[in-house]
């Protein structure tokens, strides 16, 4: 069935440093990927996402980048601050619908 | 200002009973989805529905059934309450055709003793 896998599960940055965070999808049909932050006790929330007919997408200091050969989707965070700590979830929306996948996440740790 | 709200916010409920977990959006979204979370296992999808009247199962739709009778609400049922259903729950909205992001409800928080 449909799967996203998501490495690392945590990640400990020290502040300024960049983070990485990895995803790989099975459905080729998926045309669209979103990347949402999850503070501790709160609701998720889309902090970027890509479409399939780009390959990179920048925001200030996060950056999404999309392989669609390989199935393959990275978020970047750079000069990163204690404030970016959260849980990170990548995600697959299959297309022709709004099915959306989750990845498991990543904690993510900056200190300070 | 429109929202997406979830009631209740925290429940007990013990093994065997019917629970049922409310979504309300004001935004006029099309699609609504719910999902588990998990420790370890991120989001999970339970049930999605793209309008009225239609709805679909998710990856883990076993044990939950939804309706849709209108644009504004989805409810997630429990038909009988498992030790495996306790987690946390959101319910999630999103426009559809003009846009894909997905808007979440704050949760509900659920314990089955």
């Known amino acids: 069935g449909e799967n996203v896998e998501q490495h690392p599960s945590t990640l400990s940055v020290q502040e300024g440093d960049s983070a990485v965070i990895k995803c790989t999808y099975s459905?080729?049909?998926?045309?669209?990927f979103p990347w949402y932050k999850q503070e501790l006790g709160k609701r998720p929330q889309l902090i970027i996402d890509i479409r399939s007919n780009v390959g990179e997408k920048k925001d200030q200091r996060i950056a999404v980048t999309l392989n669609k050969t390989a199935k393959h989707f990275s978020l970047h965070i750079t000069e990163t601050q204690p404030e970016d700590s959260a849980v990170y979830f990548c995600a697959a929306t299959h297309t022709g619908g709004f099915k959306t996948i989750f990845g498991a996440g990543t904690r993510l740790f900056v200190k300070a | 200002d429109a929202e997406i709200t979830q009631s209740p916010r925290h429940k007990i409920t013990e093994t065997g009973r019917q629970v049922t977990l409310a979504c309300h959006q004001t935004w006029n979204h099309n699609n609504m989805f719910w999902y588990r979370q998990d420790l370890g296992h991120g989001l999970r999808l339970i049930h999605y529905?793209?309008?009225?009247?239609?709805?679909n199962k998710g990856e883990v739709s076993d044990g939950y059934s939804v309706s849709r009778s209108n644009t504004e609400d989805l409810p997630l049922t429990l038909e009988s309450a498992a030790s495996s259903q306790t987690s946390v729950y959101f319910c999630?909205?999103?426009?559809?055709?003009?846009?894909?992001?997905?808007?979440f409800g704050p949760g509900t928080r659920l314990t089955v003793t």
């Open positions: 459905d080729s049909a998926s045309n669209y």
């Open positions: 529905s793209y309008g009225v009247q239609d709805t």
């Open positions: 999630a909205s999103s426009e559809g055709e003009a846009g894909y992001e997905q808007y």
